[in-house]
């Protein structure tokens, strides 16, 4: 009887954890928002792709968002998206609400791009001591701080990705900092709108940020995204031309 009863409350427990989800999902976008509609950035198209992947392998459907990246970490923290999409826990070390991290999904790759045609300023943190450079706000600061700090770099925000390269092409910045497929689409744009690609400052592993409500479904997560790890397909889905 006794083992009959434990069968029973186990049964109970499973479909909780067994019965598919769906959970609110913040994918960036580096302008206004919320978008109405399907953003084409690079990265929005890989995690839409990364998330369908897991979604298959996990049982949890996830509902996309766009926002911007600051507009997600604030919808997070008051539970109105269940899961951050292309975080790092450092760049979260402050947050009042801690989150559950998956495995990485991928990496992110920042580099600097500098003025067309103006030699190689700009093509390394050593050829920018006493200048500005651009960032876009969400992008991870802390990963760049310390090495901004031993060049002499100083750097300025700017809201959405045409902004700052506004001000790269006005002369007001020597060089902006942009992740990789980002300047990779740059140059399939006519001249006149790209920038010059130039060393990479850092790279960063990225991960899912569940909502501590949730946390019950990291294990499952985590198993899809090991499989698709071992399998290739995340690693495809990264390394897939976005232009």
């Known amino acids: 009887m006794r083992s009959f009863l434990l069968l029973c409350c186990c049964l109970w427990l499973l479909p909780a954890q067994a019965a598919d989800i769906t959970l609110r999902a913040g994918v960036v976008v580096d302008n206004a928002g919320p978008y109405n509609f399907t953003p084409d950035s690079p990265m929005a198209g890989i995690y839409r792709e990364a998330l369908e ?46 989150g559950f991290y998956t495995l990485p999904i991928g990496t992110l790759d920042y580099q600097l791009c500098g003025r067309i ?32 700090a031993r060049h002499g770099v100083h750097y300025e925000m700017s809201q959405s990705e045409n902004e700052v390269l506004s001000k790269l092409r006005l002369g007001r910045l020597q060089a902006v900092v942009l992740e990789r497929r980002q300047i990779e689409r740059l140059m399939l744009a006519p001249e006149e709108l790209r920038c010059e690609p130039g060393g990479l400052i850092s790279s960063q592993p990225v991960m899912l940020r569940l909502h501590p409500q949730f946390r019950q479904w990291l294990p499952a997560l985590n198993r899809a995204i090991s499989q698709l790890q071992a399998n290739g397909k995340l690693k495809a889905i990264f390394q897939k031309s976005r232009g």
């Open 53 to 98: 992947q897991i979604g298959k392998l996990s049982g949890v459907r996830f509902d996309i968002e766009y926002y911007p990246a600051l507009r997600i970490q604030q919808l997070f923290e008051v539970a109105r998206l269940d899961v951050e999409v292309g975080v790092n826990p450092a760049w979260r070390s402050l947050s009042p609400v801690g």
């Open 117 to 148: 045609n103006n030699g190689r300023s700009g093509r390394s943190l050593d050829e920018l001591h006493g200048q500005t450079i651009g960032l876009l706000q969400g992008q991870p600061l802390s990963a760049f701080e310390t090495e901004f």
